[in-house]
T-cell receptor
């Protein structure tokens, strides 16, 4: 069974640029959530995708957008990057019918905006 | 909205027992989860409590009191590898599986 994978592992961008981060969910998981984790803080929910549809969104501006594909992999796109977007971006997959609050996290993409 | 409070740092020695507390405020409660995150690593699931009481998994136990909006993670027989950040989390109030995390407790285990 393959775990959650993310690419790239690290990324450096400049302010105003756009970035796309990718996530492959754990085998059989149909739900992907994206989180932003600033240094020294807990992960903050960006949005969730369930069967290719957005299934909820946190307090992030529209320049944060996403997609989920038929194989349940997902992308996070951030436009017009700002310095404060520098963070670890985590994706987590879960099984829709799962009864426990278990999400399986990928290793994250560390984004630095200069 | 939702908020969770936990201590920012805890220090303990190898072999000791440490308790990390978490209090939460949420408009809809489904249960309290705990995650461990080593520096540079991904959060990994430790435990989940939906009902009052103690859940034990090896050296780790988690407790929940719904009436007090309070829970804790108990780590026994501490090992150096337990040095990490520990986060409590509740499910989003709309019922989605997205989680709201506390700011984390950094546990340092000393020899």
């Amino acid at each position: 069974e393959t775990g959650v994978t993310q690419s790239p592992t690290h990324l450096i961008k400049t302010r105003g640029q756009q970035v796309t981060l990718r996530c492959s969910s754990q085998s059989g998981h149909n739900t992907v959530s994206w989180y932003q984790q600033a240094l020294g803080q807990g992960p903050q929910f960006i949005f969730q995708y369930y069967r290719e549809e957005e299934n909820g969104r946190g307090n992030f501006p529209p320049r944060f957008s996403g997609l989920q594909f038929p194989n349940y992999s997902s992308e996070l796109n951030v436009n017009a990057l700002e310095l404060d977007d520098s963070a670890l971006y985590l994706c987590a997959s879960s099984l829709g019918a799962e009864s426990q609050e278990t999400q399986y996290f990928g290793p994250g993409t560390r984004l630095l905006v200069l | 909205g939702q908020s969770l409070e936990q201590p920012s740092e805890v220090t303990a020695v190898e072999g000791a027992i440490v308790q990390i507390n978490c209090t939460y405020q949420t408009s809809g409660f489904y249960g309290l989860s705990w995650y461990q995150q080593h520096d540079g690593g991904a959060p990994t699931f430790l435990s989940y409590n939906a009902l009052d009481g103690l859940e034990e998994t090896g050296r780790f136990s988690s407790f929940l009191s719904r009436s007090d909006s309070y829970g804790y993670l108990l780590l026994q027989e501490l090992q150096m590898k337990d040095s990490a950040s520990y986060f409590c989390a509740v499910r989003d109030h709309t019922g989605r599986r997205a989680l709201t995390f506390g700011s984390g407790t950094r546990l340092q285990v000393q020899p």
